[in-house]
């Protein structure tokens, strides 16, 4: 015969494994040091400032007309 099996204890511990992978998944995704978002700030501000620095003006700057 086969074993007896408490159904809600069962669908809660699956329950409690699904919201652990969760958990794990949004520690990896979310939990950055304050040092992480810091760097990733100035990475961003300098490729910004590289883009900004060699953008090209309008047609009336480059051909100097009206």
């Keep these: 015969m086969g074993e007896i099996?408490?159904?809600r204890r069962m669908k809660q511990s699956r329950e409690r494994e699904a919201a652990?992978?969760?958990?794990?998944?949004?520690?990896?995704?979310h939990g950055r040091t304050k040092v992480e978002k810091a760097?990733?700030?100035?990475?961003?501000?300098r490729r910004r400032a590289l883009l900004d620095g060699s953008k090209r003006g309008d047609a009336t700057e480059r051909t100097g007309g009206p």
């Design 5 to 7: 099996v408490n159904l």
């Design 20 to 29: 652990a992978a969760a958990a794990r998944e949004n520690r990896i995704r």
């Design 39 to 45: 760097n990733d700030d100035r990475a961003e501000e």
